[in-house]
């Protein structure tokens, strides 16, 4: 009975296999392919992820910081342009990191900076920070950034003082406001071996009396007399007082100023007195492009620069130094920077584009987006970028910057009659040789 049962399921077996044939004698089988084992399965590599982060400052879009804080967004926005362009910043893992901006008007005001960079760590979750433009308003944005323990990279601030409070997450980019005009009084001493008297006239600013002080200081070390040490409120238009108080002490040299505005207005009134003096070396504003528009008054003005596009700062600079060279040369920067605003950049807008630069080369060394680790980057950190060498203190002024140095530039008339910025100290880096003394 058994072997009668499998007969019929062997013939049902059968007549199924010809009907799912369609007909006819079985088809042929092929044994199936034995399953290999998951590690060789092929495997599609996963797609880069992308991460966006929020980069917070505040700018002067109104009052007397305008001019310069324009200029030091523009190259912030150019930097942040050319990152996101990229794809973003890359970490060893492969993530892409894009960074969205969010800015607010300080409107040039302390109580305005503190309230909003409050606001930018708060509310709107900003992960980075870079300051505002000017010492005073860095000052006040720095208590704030250390607060909340938020990295913040210093540009437009050059005041020594904001370093020197313990604070251990603000990193400065500008050389430090008691170097800004030491060099200005050794080329003095260089020009005029028989220069002796100095008049030191600067805005009433934390800027500008801590640049001024150092001034003195080291003036009266290099053997001048300081005729006059006087600063003057920084609302000032008519500097006629300051200017026969100047004129009664017969300085050789002038120096001080404070900012654009003061600097430029300061700068007219010295050439429209025909004040008889041999050099004039005023902060902030000969830098500033629009300072120009003075014409002849800005003939022969003497002003610090963090940096020209004339400087010599390259990758063989850099390999010279023994430093590690990153990010665009000064042609691909002032290339880019005037295709895009159709002007090229002074320094307040090659400071903004630094600050961007440090911080991208901080998270790519770090390879992370921890605050930890960015600080840890930055401490170590000792390169050389277009805007020249970074390094940064890590004893008791934390911070600090100790590689960047200055150079002075003086308006000049080309061949042509143009006014142009030309490089005049120090001797290894000048473009032109200096007008000395003024002519007036």
Request: overall charge negative; some cysteine.
């Amino acid at each position: 009975m058994k072997r009668v049962r499998l007969a019929l399921i062997t013939l049902v077996l059968a007549a199924l296999l010809v009907t799912a044939c369609g007909g006819g004698a079985a088809a042929p089988t092929k044994a199936p392919e034995p399953t290999k084992p998951a590690a060789e399965q092929p495997t599609k590599a996963p797609a880069a992820e992308t991460k966006t982060i929020v980069l917070g400052f505040t700018a002067s879009q109104t009052g007397k910081y305008t001019k310069e804080s324009k200029e030091q967004v523009q190259g912030l926005q150019l930097w942040l342009e050319e990152v996101n362009a990229a794809g973003g910043i890359e970490l060893p893992d492969g993530t892409k990191v894009k960074i969205e901006i969010v800015s607010y008007d300080d409107e040039s005001t302390k109580e305005r900076v503190q309230q909003l960079y409050t606001k930018l760590i708060t509310e709107d979750k900003a992960d980075l920070l870079i300051s505002p433009y000017s010492s005073g308003l860095t000052d006040a944005s720095a208590v704030i950034a250390e607060q909340y323990e938020k990295i913040m990279i210093t540009t437009g601030a050059a005041s020594d003082a904001t370093y020197e409070k313990g604070y251990q997450h603000i990193f400065q980019v500008y050389t430090p406001a008691s170097r800004y005009l030491t060099g200005a009084l050794d080329a003095l001493k260089k020009w005029d071996p028989n220069a002796k008297k100095v008049a030191i006239v600067y805005e009433k600013t934390k800027f500008a009396t801590a640049v001024a002080t150092a001034a003195k200081e080291y003036a009266e070390a290099q053997g001048f007399e300081v005729v006059l040490f006087e600063g003057y409120e920084k609302d000032t238009t008519d500097f006629g007082p300051f200017i026969n108080k100047i004129e009664a002490a017969k300085p050789d040299a002038i120096i001080g100023g404070g900012h654009f505005q003061d600097g430029s207005t300061f700068a007219k009134q010295l050439y429209e007195k025909k004040t008889a003096v041999k050099m004039v070396a005023v902060l902030v504003a000969p830098a500033v492009p629009e300072f120009a528009d003075l014409g002849d008054a800005a003939v022969g003005i003497v002003g610090p620069s963090q940096w020209e596009s004339l400087a010599k700062y390259s990758p063989e600079a850099a390999k010279a130094a023994g430093l590690e060279w990153y990010g665009p040369t000064i042609d691909d920067f002032v290339s880019a920077y005037k295709g895009k605003y159709g002007y090229e950049p002074g320094y307040h807008a090659a400071g903004g584009y630094a600050a961007g630069l440090v911080l991208q080369k901080a998270i790519e060394d770090a390879g992370s987006l921890d605050t930890a680790a960015i600080k840890s980057a930055l401490e170590k950190m000792d390169v050389m970028i277009f805007f020249g060498r970074i390094k940064f203190d890590t004893g008791d002024a934390h911070g600090k910057q100790l590689g960047h140095d200055m150079v002075y530039l003086q308006w000049q008339k080309d061949a042509s009659g143009n006014l142009v910025r030309q490089i005049v100290w120090p001797e290894a880096a000048k473009t032109a040789e200096p007008i000395y003394p003024l002519e007036r």
